[in-house]
């Protein structure tokens, strides 16, 4: 009865929807699942900053609309954090803005600067927000497809000058879900001068900045010579603090890029409840040191998985950052049927790479939120497939 907007339509189809309808059966039954499928931190919130949430939600001042452009105790305490962290300066009144969780700037930040009929830059395979906040804002996503030849960095010189003229923006994230890859900042320096050229904003996604193993330390974009000329970064509390549910992030860089976002958000939302806001300042303030605990033990996870998947023959990479590890299935195998397959004969869950993009199919994604224990459980239901 009702007719959906051309830009919904467009908006790619979730393929993940055959596995999560299997999951859900699977889970009926009874069956014992072990879940790779989901990148959310399993170990809990730090505790000083649930206690912080608990102490602000009880005072009145904290009841009412928070201002749009956030507290700037919140936008100084990012300001130290990026100062201590990537040794950045920071303006907190024009060059950061908080978000409701950093997906929330990242699919809002097209519309402030795309034109019907403007193309973005985007990653595939890719966290969905690029391509889905490009096609809601009336652009169109071109794809730079992010190959195993090439580190699954993006080859800049194969974008068409016909595309690069009708391009506003550039989307970059490393440690890059969902392959794990990490760049340097020999590829930043390109891709700055790259914008530069063409006019384009980058958007650098560094969600897991502090999720990084072996003694790798991944760089912020904006540490590159330029790279405040033309970009912005969006960072989160979701992966470091294990905070995915209560949505606090933020964008940085680029006074213009930041304050043409907070225009549309000022049209959008009407700030983040302002105890979270403490919260958050609890968690970037506070004690750090759960962190390497956490990277400790995805490391350890990582080691085992990857280990126990090679000892079956599978092509697992041992990434430096994030929580995934990205496996390239044999020649001509479909995803989506693949972990079909593991989940119908082994309970196992797994993503396909094709929910991330065309150029992730022949690979799945293993999430490393399961604890040890259950990996191997996991790595031993595997080898009886074979
Ligand atoms: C998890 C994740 C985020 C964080 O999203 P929030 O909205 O801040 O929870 C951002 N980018 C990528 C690539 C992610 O995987």
Redesign the pocket.
């Known amino acids: 009865m009702f007719k959906l907007s051309k830009k919904i339509i467009e908006l790619p189809p979730y393929l993940f929807l055959e596995i999560d309808k299997a999951k859900r059966k699977a889970r009926a039954e009874g069956r014992d699942i072990i879940d790779f499928g989901i ?2 931190p399993d170990q809990p919130t730090p505790k000083h900053i649930i206690e912080a949430l608990y102490q602000a939600a009880q005072d009145p001042a904290n009841h009412r609309y928070a201002l749009d452009q956030g507290m700037l105790s919140l936008r100084r305490a990012i300001e130290g954090w990026y100062k201590r962290r990537f040794d950045i300066n920071l303006n907190p009144d024009t060059e950061i803005i908080p ?8 699919a809002h930040f097209p519309v402030a600067f795309l034109n019907d009929g403007d193309y973005t830059l985007v990653p595939d395979p ?2 969905p ?1 690029y391509k889905g906040g490009t096609i809601l804002a009336g652009g169109t996503p071109y794809l730079m497809p992010l190959l195993e030849s090439n580190d699954f960095l993006p080859d800049l010189k194969k974008v068409p000058l016909s595309i690069r003229k009708k391009a506003k923006i550039i989307y970059i ?1 490393y440690p ?3 392959t794990g890859a990490t760049a340097d900042k020999s590829f930043y320096k390109e891709v700055v001068k790259f914008a530069k050229e063409n006019k384009l904003i980058v958007v650098s ?4 900045s502090e999720m990084s193993y072996d003694g790798y330390r991944p760089p912020s974009f904006l540490e590159v010579e330029g790279a405040r000329d033309v970009a912005v970064e ?6 470091t603090y294990n ?2 549910g209560w ?3 933020w964008a940085c860089g680029n006074p213009e890029l930041v304050s043409a976002l907070e225009k549309v958000k000022s049209n959008v939302d009407s700030g983040i409840f302002s105890a979270l806001q403490l919260a958050g300042i609890a968690a970037l303030e506070g004690p750090q040191d759960h962190i390497s605990r956490m990277c400790a033990i995805y490391q350890e996870r990582r080691n085992v998985l990857v280990k126990g998947l090679d000892a079956l023959g599978w092509q697992a990479r041992l990434n430096k950052a ?1 929580f995934y590890v990205w496996i390239k299935l044999p020649k001509n195998t479909d995803s989506v049927k693949f972990s079909a397959h593991i989940l119908g004969k082994a309970d196992i869950v797994v993503t396909p790479g094709v929910g991330f993009g065309k150029y992730g199919e022949g690979y799945i994604r293993m999430a490393l939120t399961v604890p040890e224990p259950r990996i191997n459980e996991a790595l031993e239901r595997l080898k009886k497939l074979k």
Request: glycine share 12%.
């Open positions: 990148g959310d978000l409701i969780g950093s997906k929330e700037g990242i890719c966290y927000p994230n890059n879900n969902p996604d560094l969600a897991y969006f960072h989160s509390l979701s992966k905070m995915t949505r606090v992030g994030t």
